[in-house]
């Protein structure tokens, strides 16, 4: 079984184990997720299925759409509830205040991953050297935020929500930390809430809910659905006796390209029937040789 599927995860399972639940659910060999997703969040979660696990490195996984909420008056060591609290304050920052630098956060910015991260450090993950109290320097990193904006503020809650479009990379408790500071140095904050709602070209409209897995079989998107028209080409019969060969063949202006974005570095192909060939990698101008084949 070949395909992918979204799935709506609650808060507490890994995305390991979300992945490994839907594998199990379709009594399937093979499962990965795209995009993951910390326990503590919840939302949409991109699983590939079978050979599919091989398209997920090519997956268009822009935008991210996050909602969060931040809870003011103390921070924690990991930027969201599960942490220990480091640090407590009363100042809460006025709704005026943390709507007006907002606008400091737009476009590509320079962002600190926070230690309790799975960035590897040496070849370890930052998160296990935090837990050993291992000193360490998270280096800066750039991302894009597309789109920022507070959708809620609750001065009797001691509690803001925001929704925040961004690239793949962006760690939402980083960005909610740092909008904290910026509006007042003096405040203290931590994320108590986190939902992805969109990833490329995938949303929640097209999840199955956590609770009914027995139903994903439902839920099956095919590859071809599943990337942008500009990555995807169709070969015909001569074109896939040669791919079969591991030898390269022509893309250009004679082939029935998918979309009008034209051919890309990386091409899916699929035959004349719709079905998965391969994945082409362009070589020289218009040849591509197969770096994956799944005839």
């Known amino acids: 079984m070949d395909g992918f599927i979204c799935i709506d995860k ?27 997703l910390d326990p503590m969040a919840s939302g949409l979660l991109v699983v590939a299925l079978g050979r599919c696990t091989r398209l997920l490195e090519h997956l268009s996984l822009e935008p991210k759409i996050y909602e969060f909420s931040v809870t003011f008056g103390r921070s924690t060591d990991t930027l969201d509830a599960e942490g220990n609290v480091i640090a407590e304050s009363s100042v809460i920052p006025s709704s005026e205040r943390l709507a007006g630098v907002l606008k400091n956060f737009m476009g590509a910015i320079e962002q600190t991953p926070p230690q309790y991260s799975a960035i590897k450090i040496n070849g370890t993950p930052a998160y296990k050297l935090a837990r050993k109290g291992v000193d360490m320097e998270m280096k800066s990193r750039s991302i894009t935020i ?18 925040v479009s ?72 001569a074109q896939k006796a040669e791919i079969s060969k591991g030898r390269k063949i022509v893309i250009n202006s004679t082939n029935p390209v998918v979309g009008k974005g034209g051919p890309e570095s990386i091409l899916i192909a699929f035959d004349g029937a719709g079905s998965l060939t391969a994945v082409l990698k362009r070589v020289d101008g218009d040849k591509y040789h197969p770096e994956k084949v799944f005839l």
């Open 146 to 163: 597309y789109d920022l904006a507070m959708c809620g503020y609750d001065i009797s809650e001691k509690r803001a929500d925001f929704t």
């Open 166 to 237: 961004c690239s793949s990379g962006t760690y939402v408790r980083s960005l909610a930390a740092d909008i904290v500071k910026a509006a007042d140095v003096n405040a203290e904050g931590f994320v108590n809430k986190l939902r992805r709602t969109r990833t490329g070209r995938f949303d929640l409209s097209m999840a199955v809910d956590y609770q009914h897995l027995s139903d994903s079989i439902n839920y099956i998107i095919d590859a071809g659905a599943a990337f942008d028209d500009p990555q995807k080409v169709v070969i015909d019969d």
């Open 10 to 36: 609650p808060v507490g399972p890994s995305s390991f184990s979300a992945a490994q639940a839907v594998r199990k659910s379709l009594k399937i060999k093979k499962a990965g997720h795209a995009g993951t």
